[in-house]
């Protein structure tokens, strides 16, 4: 496979993971919707709005063209929010050989049925698709900043696991692979709800035991909803699973854990997302997650819980409480 890739979707994670394969010697095009963005992207040689400070290597180019973007390279990496992946398959679709390559970066659910995005591909493009997901704990800002970090990259097909993770694995930046696209798919939306719950406790102030608690609960749902779908156990211990959760669960650069941290502070839904001004993936993720374990039968308090503060305006302390009250039960 030839040492070039397309990346679909200009934010802060597109871009850096462009970074991360033109500075591994790929030639490397990313595509941005809004052509001012893309204008200035290209003036200024780095994505002032979403990575500041990052400048592009001189094998990264970016483009507002669709087309040329697809043709550039038989290998193509959608990192756009999940609100707008059924759309870009869309479009690209007219674009596509008869033998695409797909990679994705993005976590979340099909926004609209709560399909796995593996299967919103089969849905769009057919099953003679060869698709990979890519999840596992990694800020964009410090893989742009050549800071360690170890991905997973899912594919059924090894082959083309492999050939993903060798576009961006180097000595910095360690890509895994693994067969299990559905759990690493589970893992890395999942873990967005849990990041809205850990910061809304966070935000009340509730300590540390309780983040520890909500972790490690969070994680055995995310587990009962994972394996119910068709998950390995074992990916949720591993990078997609407890490393990005432990992740976005703690730290402050997580979009969503701020998203959280503004909600228990007392502040608004909509004030709280103008705030952060970028993606916040478990909103959806938490109706969707919610939705799949009704489905399912899958019990998942802790995202019931998101999902009621989110969608039917329940106060965070009276959620906070609820789970409290649930009735005593045997850990495992
Ligand atoms: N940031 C991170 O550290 C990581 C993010 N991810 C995942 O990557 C995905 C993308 O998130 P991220 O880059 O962080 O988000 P950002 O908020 O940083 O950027 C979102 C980008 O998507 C663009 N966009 C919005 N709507 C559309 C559309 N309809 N078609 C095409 N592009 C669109 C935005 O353009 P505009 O500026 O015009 O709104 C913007 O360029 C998410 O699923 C996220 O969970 C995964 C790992 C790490
Ligand atoms: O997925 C991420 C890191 O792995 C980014 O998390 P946020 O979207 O919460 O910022």
């Known amino acids: 496979m030839p040492r070039s890739i397309s990346v679909l979707g200009a934010g802060s994670w597109g871009t850096a993971l462009a970074i991360q394969a033109a500075r591994n010697g790929c030639d490397t095009l990313l595509w941005g919707h809004n052509p001012q963005h893309v204008s200035a992207l290209n003036k200024a040689g780095k994505n002032q709005r979403y990575l500041a400070g990052c400048p592009f290597p001189a094998s990264l180019t970016v483009t507002d063209n669709l087309q040329q973007c697809v043709q550039f390279s038989p290998l193509l990496l959608l990192s756009i929010p999940s609100h707008a992946f059924k759309s870009t398959l869309q479009q690209i679709k007219p674009f596509l050989d008869d033998q695409p390559r797909i990679a994705w970066a993005t976590k979340g659910f099909d926004n609209d049925k709560g399909s796995l995005l593996s299967e919103v591909v089969v849905e769009i493009l057919g099953d003679h698709v060869l698709t990979a997901a890519l999840s596992g704990p990694t800020f964009a800002k410090e893989v742009a900043d050549g800071l360690p970090t170890a991905i997973t990259v899912a594919s059924t097909s090894q082959t083309f696991a492999s050939q993903v993770a060798a576009i961006l694995h180097n000595h910095r930046f360690r890509a895994y692979t693994s067969s299990d696209i559905i759990g690493v798919q589970v893992g890395g939306a999942c873990k967005n709800v849990m990041a809205i719950a850990a910061g809304i406790a966070d935000g009340l102030g509730l300590g540390a035991n309780t983040r520890a608690a909500l972790v490690t609960r969070g994680l055995t749902e995310i587990m009962r909803l994972g394996t119910q779908l068709g998950g390995q156990p074992d990916t949720f211990m591993g990078l997609a699973g407890l490393g990005d959760l432990i992740l976005t669960c703690t730290d402050d650069q997580s979009r969503n854990r701020r998203f959280g941290l503004a909600l228990g502070q007392g502040k608004g839904r909509e004030q709280a997302l103008q705030e952060i001004n970028q993606s916040v993936e478990g909103i959806s993720a ?36 609820n789970l409290l009250a649930r009735e005593q039960k045997p850990e495992i």
């Not at 997650?289 to 999902?307: D, G, S, W």
Request: hydrophobic share 45%; aromatic share 8%.
């Open 286 to 321: 938490a109706r969707e997650a919610y939705l799949l374990a009704q489905k399912h039968n899958v019990e998942m308090p802790i995202t019931e819980q998101v999902y009621n503060v989110l969608f039917n305006n329940l106060p965070p302390i009276q959620a906070v409480q």
